[in-house]
């Protein structure tokens, strides 16, 4: 049983996680509409509002003259990698197929950890990273399924490794900066890099595509806010488990919005993410990992 005390902080996460869900669909719905990096670029942008609440509500005005900026930059630059592969791979991808191959990102980072911060690989995390990538695999359907495609799975995967490595810097030098600074940073740094590359291709929005980009992005700001709180509050074990609540989330935004029931190669794959994530945070008995 989960402790009065967390109650509250466990749903914020979960609602959390439904808000990310919720900017990646709004992310696939316009994606054939308009530049990727135009979304992206508008995303970032729109995510700052809440996230720039919690920074000077918690940190103060002046929280900017106190930061390792060659950290930031780095994180930042990884998070905005991290940013576009991911939803380049939600806008060729169905949701369900997206989240069992994002999890793939604590898989990673469980072997970074043992080269780079010297965590020990015991036989639970061995199992769980074996069961988690087979999860993956199976979910990325590479066994004749017409529904995936190739370069959606390699772009998803891809953004994982990004983020691994984000959580993995983040870890190694988290006494640099509170996690809300560096979400403000990285959204700072990203929309200035989207804003960069799209500058010449920007395309006016109509009112109800402009909103629907607005609301993705003041959501996902809502939601890092959320996930930061959780992660601040819960224990790792039990903050841990409410990431899976957006395979849940992935298959019912599919199947409402895009019309995309799960196969059972992604039902089997989802389950054995699932049993892996179970056993990690059950059996693990180090539990930090990120």
């Known amino acids: 049983m989960i402790k009065k005390s967390y109650v509250i902080p466990f749903f914020i996460a979960v609602i959390g996680y439904f808000f990310m869900v919720f900017m990646d669909a709004a992310i696939k719905v316009l994606g054939d ?4 990096f135009q979304l992206l670029f508008l995303n970032a942008v729109f995510s700052l509002i809440p996230i720039s609440f919690f920074v000077l509500k918690f940190h103060g005005i002046h929280f900017f ?6 950290f930031q930059i780095v994180r930042g630059l990884l998070h905005s990698g991290g940013f576009f592969f991911v939803l380049k791979g939600v ?8 989240y069992p191959i994002l999890f793939s990102a604590p898989l990673i ?6 080269f780079f911060l010297k965590d020990t690989i015991n036989t639970v ?9 087979i999860g993956v695999i199976i979910s990325a359907e590479p066994f004749g399924g017409n529904t995936v495609s190739v370069m959606g799975a390699i772009y998803v995967f891809l953004g994982a490794l990004c983020i691994a490595i984000v959580n993995l810097i983040t870890r190694k030098f988290e006494a640099l900066a509170s996690s809300y600074e560096t979400a403000f940073f ?3 740094i990203s929309s200035s890099i989207f804003l960069f590359v799209m500058s010449s291709n920007f395309e006016v929005m109509s009112f109800q595509d402009l909103s629907i980009s607005f609301a993705g992005g003041f959501f996902a700001g809502l939601g890092v806010s959320a996930i930061i709180y959780g992660a601040r509050t819960l224990p790792a074990a039990i903050f841990g488990m409410t990431s899976y609540f957006q395979l849940l989330y992935g298959a019912i935004f599919g ?6 029931l799960p ?6 794959g989802i389950c054995c993410v699932l049993i892996a994530g179970l056993m990690l945070f059950i059996l693990d008995k180090q539990k930090k990992i990120g």
């Open 91 to 98: 806008i060729l991808l169905p949701l369900a197929v997206v």
């Open 109 to 114: 980072l469980l072997v970074l950890s043992h």
């Open 65 to 70: 003259k106190k930061q390792n900026y060659k």
């Open 255 to 260: 199947w409402l919005i895009f019309y995309q």
């Open 263 to 268: 196969t059972s190669q992604n039902i089997i």
């Open 33 to 36: 509409k308009y530049d990727i």
């Open 186 to 188: 990285s959204m700072v």
């Open 125 to 133: 995390r061995v199992t769980v990273i074996i069961l988690g990538f």
